[in-house]
């Protein structure tokens, strides 16, 4: 903290004072506290909000702290404290100026295909994983004098050869 002065039977800001005890004084001393910054670096797959958000914090200031995933991503840490946060939520206390970082990851998803009777069907683009919101379009290739009369996906018929990825599928 900082030393801002004296009030009182005497006021001053000098921080040193000579009394002379010829009578009775009454002095009180004024601080202030340090003012701290909390900034939050907003990264992809999700957010980082703070309450409450404000440009300074005094020492050991309660801050509650809240990382939200987005769709497809899922929360691991929050870097930039005095040790890795790694609770999605909670409560930090300020000591000092902080830069804090939340960590994301997006989940990988299956796309499961099952094997055509008559014919066959390939995924585009064809790959182990995908990510959420990802497009993914069904080559359906029937066999000869045959044609393609539905497309599912978890068991609901698609429009067209396309869909979106929103979670393991098949």
């Given at each position: 903290?900082?030393?801002?002065?004296?009030?009182?039977?005497?006021?001053?800001?000098?921080?040193?004072?000579?009394?002379?005890?010829?009578q009775?004084?009454?002095?009180?001393?004024h601080?202030?506290?340090?003012?701290?910054?909390?900034?939050?670096?907003?990264t992809?797959g999700?957010?980082?909000?703070?309450d409450?958000?404000?440009?300074?914090?005094?020492?050991?200031e309660?801050?509650?702290?809240?990382?939200?995933?987005?769709?497809?991503?899922?929360?691991d840490?929050?870097?930039?404290?005095?040790?890795?946060?790694?609770?999605?939520?909670?409560?930090?206390?300020?000591?000092?100026?902080?830069?804090?970082?939340?960590?994301?990851?997006?989940?990988?998803?299956?796309?499961?295909?099952?094997p055509?009777?008559?014919?066959?069907?390939?995924?585009?683009?064809?790959?182990f994983?995908?990510?959420?919101?990802?497009?993914?379009?069904?080559?359906?290739i029937?066999?000869s004098?045959?044609?393609?009369?539905?497309?599912?996906?978890?068991?609901?018929?698609?429009?067209?050869?396309?869909?979106?990825v929103?979670?393991?599928?098949?």
């Amino acid at each position: 903290s900082t030393f801002e002065g004296f009030s009182g039977t005497i006021t001053t800001e000098e921080s040193t004072l000579l009394i002379y005890v010829d009578q009775d004084y009454d002095l009180t001393a004024h601080f202030s506290g340090i003012e701290y910054s909390l900034t939050v670096e907003q990264t992809i797959g999700g957010t980082l909000t703070i309450d409450p958000d404000k440009p300074t914090y005094l020492y050991n200031e309660e801050v509650s702290y809240e990382a939200v995933p987005l769709p497809g991503y899922s929360f691991d840490k929050i870097e930039g404290y005095i040790e890795e946060l790694t609770e999605p939520s909670g409560q930090i206390a300020i000591q000092g100026d902080y830069y804090l970082v939340p960590r994301f990851s997006a989940i990988n998803y299956h796309v499961t295909v099952a094997p055509a009777e008559c014919g066959t069907v390939a995924l585009s683009p064809d790959k182990f994983f995908y990510n959420y919101g990802e497009e993914v379009t069904v080559l359906a290739i029937p066999e000869s004098g045959l044609e393609v009369y539905s497309i599912t996906v978890n068991g609901e018929p698609i429009e067209g050869t396309t869909f979106i990825v929103t979670g393991n599928m098949e």
